[in-house]
């Protein structure tokens, strides 16, 4: 059973003259333990595809399966469900609550769970060492740096456990160096713990650090690249490719 | 560089292999010369851009594909260099790390580079093909593959 | 719900600043509400205090069913009843004791009245057991004796065969004391115990008692009995001791009525206040709840953190509130206190909490702020987890404006329509209508009044005035909203401020022909007839007969009932009243009215009876009466002066006589003739007065200017809770403005590094929230003015007929206080967006 699976997957905004096609019968699986970067022109659907994946967004067709049940029949209440046990999010702005400190935001997830406070709290401080956030606990995000509080955000996102992480321009409002750091941990997330992770970048070096890129273009995937392969194997799938030619 | 004049050969204690090159006045200036030299590499003749312009032209070979593939090969290496950066120790290796930074940045550049021709692909073909004599320098394809 | 409460408590601690001046809000409305309404059951408390007789332990009391006094012969049915051992009529009735006579307001050491109890020697120690320290009972042939409780003794410093004087309809009564009770048989009560002669004679009451007390036989039901005296006695009677001061008690209810709806309004502005607070709050946190949403908040949650937050402010507010209330109604007793001392000789004791108070205001206050907590809530709910991932781009323009406009003048069609019913409560409804008119058609407002006014800010300021004018166009709602805050302010204060100036104009008016006569003989409590002690014909006499008196006149007083509705009848001489005084009418023709009065049973009713009870000229009222129940004609609804707020009939002193068994004089109009002045005729009645101690002379011209005072002092109360209902108005549109800064942070910083100066960017802000202002105040005096009218229509349909003054006072006050308001409430908020520093304002989210 694959952790994702996207079956013709469709989204369209608007009708009419306005109608606009996000997504266009978009099938994908996507195994556990895979880094997977989407790349894409801009308006090429690759944001909604996260968002589908992640149920917040309805699609207008097709469906998506996370650990093999249908996410697009869910109630609104199974489907919030299902993000706070099984999903973690990390956004381009990091959306961080201003008024909580660093443990409490890391901490939210669980406390929405209700996680006695005293367990969520410990928790957290643990994902915040991991993030080599040790000692900033007690910081509020506007006492930290970007680069921080995405790695604060990338701990919320775990702290729950969550089979698959999905990551939404997770560097895009950070410096090169910063992108690095997120980059090095989001792979670990897959390296270290196993977790599927699904992230949206348009930074050639960011997507480098998955194990495969899906391209999309006009809400359809134009290219699927394996990139963890021996350079023998790699070879072997790109000369499968250039044959198709 | 003996012949050049640009360094001297002296065996002092004998033995063949084991000499002493000194540098000569004439050789320190093109040393100085050599530092003081800008690196800018030429645009070196890529063939990637030959087959893209070739298969404009051909109905057998659909560009964007070329494209496809190119990019794919691109980002294995680039994955490749980015695993590889990691294992390195940013305490002492730093040296080889900066080298492979390089690489990177120039596979980064390509990739852009390639995204850039994507997005104006139609653009490009609706336009006359380039005349042969504006055609860059180069090797026929069948010498360079 | 933990999640609800953390994140609550750190966002609103995160804001101190709002949060200090959203739950303020709630405060002022709590006061209001709390402090009025604990003021006026502390003074019901000190009055029945003071008026309520009771009778001590008897098995049955039996009274007329309208408190007066009825027959003695009334007695002899009782004999014939099985079940009843002994009984025995008393008369009793509490007497206010005038300083002269050594009354003393102050409770502990003195007494402001004594109740006189008239029993017949023979009979009274069968029913009740009189236990006596010292001394002896009253014993056959005793006349002008008494028996005097031990407290009452000690106060008075009284011992037996010593004389105690009280005032009498005769003047005063000199009574020797013949014994002192024992405190257990007084039960702590003032009441002095004289024969029955005496007290009939005293209160000028012959041959009547107004109480009967019996014991039943043992092993006799006492419901039986009882069913079978009132069966027997007929249906003017009831089973209970006479109660007093219900009239007053009425006029209290409709006090406390009025304070209710004076709270309620201060707090439906702290609601709005905290709803406008609560949009801008949800509008800000857009992303922060999008993102609680895409990490597993559910919609319930997301709900529950804004109710949760208004739920804290409202329970902070209203506990505070509740303070500020006891401290506030305690402040006001003490000032009125005094006014009451003097006027009425009672006591005002400390404010009174009671249950139904402490819980209404504790529902009314956190109600209102969760309630109003609970729109942006939904709004909140309904925040897609998609907002967490793009930064939402600036609201668009509402596309429903125009539809809402049109509904919104339907609706200002309809209050205006609604007015012409001049039903109460359909005018009460169509101010409601026309409100949420207003705040319906206030977007569509928006850009005329911002075109007027802009262009006269432009002409000062032409560059920021247009950017200022094209930032509030660009949102029409939400400069309705924050305009609409300062609209109700307004318009409350304009309200309060024309009802003031109509009251006040009408007052005058009531004044110069109530207390039209040149004296006026008054009794120690000037509203509590029932307390006073009147004056047999003889003193009127003594007053026509003194030289420089052309004319005197008086008014006397009994009580009844109209279907348990309790009625103050005021007796008055209808051939001479009219012309040296004077009712106001509302309804009928003064001439007409007086002349039928002659005739046969007719009365005079007051508006607020006439509201309550529904009644019209040429109705036929059936009054219960001792001698039963007697039906009279409505030929009027008019009022005096004095008996204004209570309900009131008016009918003939000869009818009072028959009916009501009521010949004493309470209170007394004099005329002198034009050649006498007053350095000769004030000595002459001052003589006259001297044997009636519970009367003072008054000149009518200086009462009238302490009345005055009085009054004035009285709207002063009015002014403040303007005030107070006015601040919130100035908060909420302080905190609108700033959220406004607050959001708009990065377009500054893009105007800032365009090139715009400090005091451009200052000039901007302020001319945003002046041009708000304007609209608010334009808004405000619409609101204002048809508000104000359907107070003073409400004012005189109780009775209090009064004509509606334009406003122009409260309109020009309104116009400088909306601009002042405008300047202030941008102070800080123009100088935060002035010091916006244009790096980060970029860089802002």
């Given at each position: 059973?694959?952790?994702?699976?996207?079956?013709?997957?469709?989204?369209?905004?608007?009708?009419?003259?306005?109608?606009?096609?996000?997504?266009?019968?978009?099938?994908?699986?996507?195994?556990?333990?895979?880094?997977?970067?989407?790349?894409?022109?801009?308006?090429?659907?690759?944001?909604?595809?996260?968002?589908?994946?992640?149920?917040?967004?309805?699609?207008?067709?097709?469906?998506?399966?996370?650990?093999?049940?249908?996410?697009?029949?869910?109630?609104?209440?199974?489907?919030?469900?299902?993000?706070?046990?099984?999903?973690?999010?990390?956004?381009?702005?990091?959306?961080?609550?201003?008024?909580?400190?660093?443990?409490?935001?890391?901490?939210?997830?669980?406390?929405?769970?209700?996680?006695?406070?005293?367990?969520?709290?410990?928790?957290?401080?643990?994902?915040?060492?991991?993030?080599?956030?040790?000692?900033?606990?007690?910081?509020?995000?506007?006492?930290?740096?970007?680069?921080?509080?995405?790695?604060?955000?990338?701990?919320?996102?775990?702290?729950?456990?969550?089979?698959?992480?999905?990551?939404?321009?997770?560097?895009?409002?950070?410096?090169?160096?910063?992108?690095?750091?997120?980059?090095?941990?989001?792979?670990?997330?897959?390296?270290?713990?196993?977790?599927?992770?699904?992230?949206?970048?348009?930074?050639?070096?960011?997507?480098?650090?998955?194990?495969?890129?899906?391209?999309?273009?006009?809400?359809?995937?134009?290219?699927?690249?394996?990139?963890?392969?021996?350079?023998?194997?790699?070879?072997?799938?790109?000369?499968?490719?250039?044959?198709?030619? | 560089?003996?012949?050049?004049?640009?360094?001297?050969?002296?065996?002092?204690?004998?033995?063949?292999?084991?000499?002493?090159?000194?540098?000569?006045?004439?050789?320190?200036?093109?040393?100085?010369?050599?530092?003081?030299?800008?690196?800018?590499?030429?645009?070196?003749?890529?063939?990637?851009?030959?087959?893209?312009?070739?298969?404009?032209?051909?109905?057998?070979?659909?560009?964007?594909?070329?494209?496809?593939?190119?990019?794919?090969?691109?980002?294995?290496?680039?994955?490749?260099?980015?695993?590889?950066?990691?294992?390195?120790?940013?305490?002492?290796?730093?040296?080889?790390?900066?080298?492979?930074?390089?690489?990177?940045?120039?596979?980064?550049?390509?990739?852009?580079?390639?995204?850039?021709?994507?997005?104006?692909?139609?653009?490009?073909?609706?336009?006359?093909?380039?005349?042969?004599?504006?055609?860059?320098?180069?090797?026929?394809?069948?010498?360079?593959? | 719900?933990?999640?609800?409460?953390?994140?609550?408590?750190?966002?609103?601690?995160?804001?101190?600043?709002?949060?200090?001046?959203?739950?303020?809000?709630?405060?002022?409305?709590?006061?209001?509400?709390?402090?009025?309404?604990?003021?006026?059951?502390?003074?019901?408390?000190?009055?029945?205090?003071?008026?309520?007789?009771?009778?001590?332990?008897?098995?049955?009391?039996?009274?007329?069913?309208?408190?007066?006094?009825?027959?003695?012969?009334?007695?002899?049915?009782?004999?014939?009843?099985?079940?009843?051992?002994?009984?025995?009529?008393?008369?009793?009735?509490?007497?206010?004791?005038?300083?002269?006579?050594?009354?003393?307001?102050?409770?502990?050491?003195?007494?402001?009245?004594?109740?006189?109890?008239?029993?017949?020697?023979?009979?009274?120690?069968?029913?009740?057991?009189?236990?006596?320290?010292?001394?002896?009972?009253?014993?056959?042939?005793?006349?002008?004796?008494?028996?005097?409780?031990?407290?009452?003794?000690?106060?008075?410093?009284?011992?037996?065969?010593?004389?105690?004087?009280?005032?009498?309809?005769?003047?005063?009564?000199?009574?020797?004391?013949?014994?002192?009770?024992?405190?257990?048989?007084?039960?702590?009560?003032?009441?002095?115990?004289?024969?029955?002669?005496?007290?009939?004679?005293?209160?000028?009451?012959?041959?009547?008692?107004?109480?009967?007390?019996?014991?039943?036989?043992?092993?006799?039901?006492?419901?039986?009995?009882?069913?079978?005296?009132?069966?027997?006695?007929?249906?003017?009677?009831?089973?209970?001791?006479?109660?007093?001061?219900?009239?007053?008690?009425?006029?209290?209810?409709?006090?406390?009525?009025?304070?209710?709806?004076?709270?309620?309004?201060?707090?439906?502005?702290?609601?709005?206040?905290?709803?406008?607070?609560?949009?801008?709050?949800?509008?800000?946190?857009?992303?922060?709840?999008?993102?609680?949403?895409?990490?597993?908040?559910?919609?319930?949650?997301?709900?529950?953190?804004?109710?949760?937050?208004?739920?804290?402010?409202?329970?902070?507010?209203?506990?505070?509130?509740?303070?500020?209330?006891?401290?506030?109604?305690?402040?006001?007793?003490?000032?009125?206190?005094?006014?009451?001392?003097?006027?009425?000789?009672?006591?005002?004791?400390?404010?009174?909490?009671?249950?139904?108070?402490?819980?209404?205001?504790?529902?009314?206050?956190?109600?209102?702020?969760?309630?109003?907590?609970?729109?942006?809530?939904?709004?909140?709910?309904?925040?897609?987890?998609?907002?967490?991932?793009?930064?939402?781009?600036?609201?668009?323009?509402?596309?429903?404006?125009?539809?809402?406009?049109?509904?919104?003048?339907?609706?200002?069609?309809?209050?205006?329509?609604?007015?012409?019913?001049?039903?109460?409560?359909?005018?009460?409804?169509?101010?409601?209508?026309?409100?949420?008119?207003?705040?319906?058609?206030?977007?569509?407002?928006?850009?005329?009044?911002?075109?007027?006014?802009?262009?006269?800010?432009?002409?000062?300021?032409?560059?920021?005035?247009?950017?200022?004018?094209?930032?509030?166009?660009?949102?029409?709602?939400?400069?309705?909203?924050?305009?609409?805050?300062?609209?109700?302010?307004?318009?409350?204060?304009?309200?309060?401020?024309?009802?003031?100036?109509?009251?006040?104009?009408?007052?005058?008016?009531?004044?110069?022909?109530?207390?039209?006569?040149?004296?006026?003989?008054?009794?120690?409590?000037?509203?509590?007839?029932?307390?006073?002690?009147?004056?047999?014909?003889?003193?009127?006499?003594?007053?026509?007969?003194?030289?420089?008196?052309?004319?005197?006149?008086?008014?006397?007083?009994?009580?009844?009932?109209?279907?348990?509705?309790?009625?103050?009848?005021?007796?008055?001489?209808?051939?001479?009243?009219?012309?040296?005084?004077?009712?106001?009418?509302?309804?009928?023709?003064?001439?007409?009215?007086?002349?039928?009065?002659?005739?046969?049973?007719a009365i005079i009713v007051n508006g607020v009876f006439a509201i309550t009870s529904n009644?019209?000229?040429?109705?036929?009222?059936?009054?219960?009466?001792?001698?039963?129940?007697?039906?009279?004609?409505?030929?009027?609804?008019?009022?005096?002066?004095?008996?204004?707020?209570?309900?009131?009939?008016?009918?003939?002193?000869?009818?009072?006589?028959?009916?009501?068994?009521?010949?004493?004089?309470?209170?007394?109009?004099?005329?002198?003739?034009?050649?006498?002045?007053?350095?000769?005729?004030?000595?002459?009645?001052?003589?006259?007065?001297?044997?009636?101690?519970?009367?003072?002379?008054?000149?009518?011209?200086?009462?009238?200017?302490?009345?005055?005072?009085?009054?004035?002092?009285?709207?002063?109360?009015?002014?403040?809770?303007?005030?107070?209902?006015?601040?919130?108005?100035?908060?909420?549109?302080?905190?609108?403005?700033?959220?406004?800064?607050?959001?708009?942070?990065?377009?500054?910083?893009?105007?800032?590094?365009?090139?715009?100066?400090?005091?451009?960017?200052?000039?901007?802000?302020?001319?945003?929230?002046?041009?708000?202002?304007?609209?608010?105040?334009?808004?405000?005096?619409?609101?204002?003015?048809?508000?104000?009218?359907?107070?003073?229509?409400?004012?005189?349909?109780?009775?209090?007929?009064?004509?509606?003054?334009?406003?122009?006072?409260?309109?020009?006050?309104?116009?400088?206080?909306?601009?002042?308001?405008?300047?202030?409430?941008?102070?800080?908020?123009?100088?935060?967006?002035?010091?916006?520093?244009?790096?980060?304002?970029l860089q802002y989210e």
């Open positions: 059973m694959a952790t994702i699976e996207v079956k013709n997957l469709s989204k369209v905004y608007g009708s009419g003259e306005t109608k606009v096609t996000a997504l266009d019968s978009v099938n994908l699986i996507i195994e556990q333990g895979q880094f997977v970067a989407v790349m894409g022109p801009s308006g090429c659907g690759k944001s909604t595809l996260l968002h589908l994946i992640g149920g917040l967004d309805r699609p207008t067709g097709g469906s998506v399966f996370i650990e093999g049940s249908d996410i697009s029949k869910m109630s609104d209440n199974t489907l919030t469900e299902l993000r706070r046990r099984k999903m973690g999010f990390v956004f381009q702005f990091f959306n961080l609550i201003p008024v909580l400190d660093a443990i409490e935001n890391t901490a939210l997830p669980l406390i929405l769970d209700g996680i006695k406070p005293d367990i969520a709290r410990t928790k957290a401080s643990e994902w915040l060492s991991r993030n080599k956030l040790d000692g900033r606990g007690n910081h509020r995000p506007d006492e930290l740096s970007g680069g921080q509080q995405q790695r604060v955000a990338i701990s919320r996102a775990m702290v729950s456990d969550p089979v698959i992480i999905l990551a939404d321009e997770p560097t895009g409002n950070l410096d090169s160096r910063s992108s690095d750091e997120i980059a090095v941990a989001l792979r670990k997330i897959v390296t270290d713990w196993k977790r599927t992770v699904l992230m949206v970048t348009h930074d050639p070096r960011i997507a480098a650090y998955a194990d495969r890129i899906i391209f999309l273009k006009d809400g359809k995937v134009v290219d699927d690249t394996l990139l963890n392969g021996s350079n023998g194997e790699n070879a072997k799938r790109l000369k499968e490719k250039v044959e198709s030619l | 560089m003996v012949d050049s004049g640009l360094v001297t050969f002296s065996n002092a204690n004998g033995q063949q292999s084991k000499g002493e090159y000194a540098i000569t006045p004439t050789g320190h200036d093109e040393l100085m010369n050599w530092f003081r030299m800008s690196n800018i590499e030429e645009p070196h003749q890529d063939p990637f851009y030959l087959k893209l312009m070739l298969s404009l032209e051909l109905d057998e070979v659909d560009a964007s594909r070329l494209i496809v593939i190119q990019r794919a090969a691109l980002y294995q290496e680039l994955h490749r260099i980015t695993e590889q950066r990691q294992t390195l120790d940013p305490q002492n290796q730093l040296a080889q790390m900066l080298l492979m930074d390089k690489s990177a940045m120039h596979l980064e550049a390509d990739l852009r580079w390639l995204d850039m021709i994507e997005s104006r692909l139609d653009e490009v073909q609706r336009q006359p093909a380039p005349k042969p004599a504006m055609r860059p320098r180069g090797r026929p394809p069948s010498q360079n593959a | 719900m933990r999640i609800q409460f953390l994140l609550a408590w750190r966002y609103l601690w995160g804001r101190k600043q709002r949060m200090v001046l959203t739950t303020l809000a709630v405060v002022f409305g709590v006061t209001l509400l709390f402090g009025l309404n604990s003021m006026i059951p502390g003074m019901m408390e000190s009055f029945r205090h003071s008026m309520v007789t009771t009778s001590g332990k008897v098995d049955i009391s039996i009274s007329s069913d309208s408190n007066n006094p009825f027959e003695q012969s009334v007695l002899s049915d009782l004999s014939e009843i099985d079940g009843i051992s002994q009984y025995t009529g008393i008369l009793t009735k509490n007497v206010v004791l005038p300083e002269s006579l050594g009354g003393s307001i102050n409770k502990l050491t003195g007494a402001s009245s004594v109740t006189v109890t008239g029993v017949d020697f023979a009979t009274a120690q069968n029913v009740r057991n009189y236990s006596l320290r010292d001394g002896r009972f009253l014993e056959a042939g005793d006349t002008y004796v008494t028996v005097i409780p031990q407290l009452l003794a000690d106060k008075m410093e009284l011992k037996t065969g010593d004389t105690f004087t009280i005032p009498s309809s005769e003047g005063v009564a000199d009574l020797k004391v013949v014994g002192v009770l024992s405190l257990s048989a007084s039960a702590g009560l003032d009441e002095i115990f004289v024969p029955l002669a005496t007290a009939q004679s005293i209160l000028n009451l012959p041959e009547k008692i107004n109480t009967i007390d019996a014991l039943i036989k043992s092993g006799s039901d006492r419901d039986e009995v009882v069913a079978s005296i009132l069966a027997k006695l007929g249906p003017n009677f009831k089973s209970g001791a006479i109660q007093t001061g219900d009239e007053l008690a009425s006029a209290l209810m409709m006090g406390e009525s009025m304070m209710w709806l004076f709270g309620i309004m201060a707090l439906a502005m702290a609601g709005f206040i905290i709803f406008n607070t609560f949009r801008t709050v949800v509008a800000e946190r857009r992303r922060d709840l999008g993102m609680l949403r895409a990490i597993g908040a559910s919609k319930q949650t997301i709900m529950g953190l804004i109710m949760v937050e208004s739920l804290i402010q409202g329970i902070i507010g209203t506990a505070l509130g509740l303070l500020c209330g006891y401290l506030f109604s305690l402040a006001l007793l003490a000032g009125v206190g005094s006014i009451f001392a003097s006027m009425l000789r009672v006591t005002i004791g400390a404010p009174v909490i009671t249950t139904a108070n402490l819980i209404g205001s504790i529902i009314l206050g956190v109600g209102f702020t969760v309630g109003s907590g609970y729109f942006p809530a939904r709004s909140a709910m309904k925040v897609t987890p998609l907002e967490a991932m793009r930064p939402t781009l600036g609201t668009m323009e509402y596309r429903q404006n125009n539809k809402r406009a049109i509904w919104g003048l339907v609706l200002l069609a309809l209050a205006l329509f609604g007015l012409l019913f001049g039903e109460i409560k359909i005018a009460g409804l169509s101010g409601v209508v026309f409100l949420v008119g207003i705040i319906l058609i206030a977007p569509v407002m928006v850009k005329p009044v911002a075109d007027i006014f802009g262009k006269l800010i432009s002409s000062i300021y032409p560059r920021e005035g247009k950017l200022a004018q094209g930032n509030l166009t660009r949102q029409p709602s939400r400069a309705a909203i924050t305009a609409s805050s300062m609209m109700i302010g307004l318009a409350i204060c304009i309200a309060l401020m024309a009802m003031i100036t109509s009251i006040e104009h009408g007052f005058v008016r009531y004044l110069d022909k109530s207390l039209g006569t040149d004296y006026l003989l008054m009794p120690p409590s000037l509203v509590l007839g029932g307390g006073n002690l009147g004056a047999n014909q003889g003193l009127i006499e003594k007053i026509k007969a003194t030289d420089g008196i052309e004319e005197a006149t008086s008014l006397r007083l009994a009580s009844s009932q109209i279907d348990g509705t309790a009625l103050q009848l005021i007796g008055l001489d209808p051939l001479v009243y009219p012309k040296i005084a004077g009712l106001e009418f509302s309804e009928g023709i003064s001439e007409k009215a007086f002349e039928a009065m002659t005739m046969g049973p009644v019209k000229t040429g109705d036929v009222l059936t009054l219960q009466s001792p001698q039963g129940e007697q039906e009279y004609t409505v030929v009027g609804i008019a009022f005096d002066y004095l008996n204004a707020k209570i309900a009131t009939g008016y009918i003939s002193q000869t009818n009072l006589a028959n009916d009501f068994n009521s010949e004493s004089d309470v209170l007394l109009l004099v005329n002198r003739t034009p050649d006498a002045t007053a350095e000769e005729v004030t000595p002459a009645l001052q003589a006259v007065i001297k044997e009636f101690p519970t009367f003072s002379l008054i000149d009518s011209s200086e009462f009238k200017t302490e009345q005055m005072g009085m009054f004035k002092m009285a709207m002063s109360v009015f002014y403040i809770m303007v005030v107070m209902l006015a601040v919130p108005g100035l908060i909420a549109m302080a905190n609108t403005m700033s959220i406004n800064v607050i959001e708009r942070t990065r377009e500054i910083g893009m105007l800032r590094a365009v090139g715009a100066t400090q005091t451009q960017v200052k000039r901007m802000v302020f001319a945003e929230s002046v041009l708000l202002s304007a609209l608010g105040t334009t808004m405000g005096i619409m609101v204002g003015l048809f508000l104000s009218y359907l107070l003073v229509k409400a004012i005189s349909v109780i009775g209090f007929s009064t004509e509606f003054y334009f406003p122009t006072m409260g309109i020009i006050a309104s116009m400088v206080v909306g601009l002042v308001f405008g300047i202030i409430a941008a102070m800080v908020p123009a100088r935060q967006a002035a010091n916006t520093v244009i790096v980060e304002a």
